[in-house]
């Protein structure tokens, strides 16, 4: 997984790309993240629209990035998910707990 | 692949190493494409075998690189099984329960698995490896 970073209007953009399927990716979210907020960036945008697939494992990795952000007053929202990524947060009920986007403009006024 | 050329069975080895995840998924979609299935058929079916692999590696192998997990495709013409072995003793699946906690890290990969496939299955092996078998009808009722 790579992971391209970008700021608009205050919010933070990570272009994740390839699998996120925990291990290495984990580490590399996690950190990524810790230096936003060090930076006191806590709007984060997470664009999954080039991760072809994400397991269980990755789940947890966007949990855990959710729950570290909320916990600092921020919010984590989701971009672009594809059809087979929404699948797996609907039967793992997570789509009661990110919101998501099709479109980069809205979901940055929507921190605003 | 076409649905005139019958059945076909695939075997293969992949190392307890999570980059390895993606190779199954390119069997799957590769041999897979020209079947009678939908693209979210072949997409449940083969989430569900990552899903499974992933556990083997981890539960299983214990992410020991020198364990290998190992794969077996059956393609049908309306049918596709997967099973997946790992050297590791299993567990109960008659008494498992999802964990209820909505933002707990891990522990979904075997209702993801339940919820995708129309048969789940865990046992052990003849030889003593732990065995799960999933299994999805193609075509356009799937």
Known sequence: ?112 | MSAEQGTHHIELKIPSQLVFLGVPDAILMELAGDLPAEQKTLDELSTSVIEACTNAMEHGNGMDADRFVELHFDFAPDRIQVTVLDAGPGFDFNHWTPPEDLLRERGRGITIMREFCDTLEFDTAPDGRFRVRLSKTLGEDA
């Open chain 1, 1 to 112: 997984m790579k992971i391209k970073e970008r700021k608009r209007d205050g919010v933070a953009i990570l272009e994740m790309s390839g699998k996120l399927m925990g291990g290495p990716d984990a580490t590399a979210f996690g950190d990524t993240l810790k230096t936003l907020i060090h930076e006191g960036v806590t709007n984060i945008i997470v664009d999954l629209g080039k991760v072809s697939w994400v397991n269980s494992t990755g789940l947890g990795i966007l949990i855990s990035g959710y729950s570290t952000v909320k916990k600092n007053g921020g919010d984590l929202k989701l971009l672009h998910v594809s059809d087979r990524i929404e699948s797996i947060f609907m039967v793992s009920k997570l789509h009661t707990v990110f919101t998501s986007f099709d479109d980069e403009d809205e979901a940055v006024r929507s921190f605003a």
